[in-house]
């Protein structure tokens, strides 16, 4: 009855891809797989209406995680809200 967790997708400005924004998890359920399951849904979603790729900005101190989902870097580092981040994608057509 709570919410362990959540994010938003919206339509990318570029080639039809969307864009992942906000992956959030609540402190209590981190280290619980929530984002992977959560990530798992999005991705299911974005097969099922032939979405060409899933785009996001990740912070560097959780790349890791995104690559261990098939996420690949690209670019240079950058900082968001004084925070270092960097972009990444995944193709699914």
Same mark, same amino acid.
């Given at each position: @009855?709570?919410?362990?967790? /959540? /994010?938003? $997708? %919206? *339509? &990318? =400005?570029?080639? @039809? =891809? #969307?864009?992942?924004?906000?992956?959030?998890?609540?402190? =209590? +359920?981190?280290?619980? &797989? +929530?984002?992977?399951?959560?990530?798992? =849904? $999005?991705?299911?979603?974005?097969?099922?209406? &032939?979405? *060409?790729? !899933?785009? !996001?900005?990740?912070? $560097?101190? $959780?790349? *890791? %995680?995104?690559?261990?989902?098939? #996420?690949?870097? &690209?670019?240079?580092? #950058?900082?968001?809200?004084? /925070? *270092?981040?960097?972009?990444?994608?995944?193709? %699914?057509?």
């Amino acid at each position: @009855g709570e919410i362990a967790g /959540c /994010c938003r $997708v %919206f *339509p &990318s =400005k570029d080639n @039809g =891809k #969307y864009t992942l924004g906000r992956l959030a998890i609540r402190k =209590k +359920y981190r280290g619980q &797989s +929530y984002g992977s399951l959560i990530m798992r =849904k $999005v991705e299911a979603w974005i097969k099922k209406n &032939s979405i *060409p790729a !899933l785009e !996001l900005s990740a912070q $560097v101190r $959780v790349r *890791p %995680f995104y690559e261990a989902l098939g #996420y690949i870097a &690209s670019g240079d580092e #950058y900082l968001d809200e004084g /925070c *270092p981040h960097i972009h990444m994608e995944k193709a %699914f057509i």
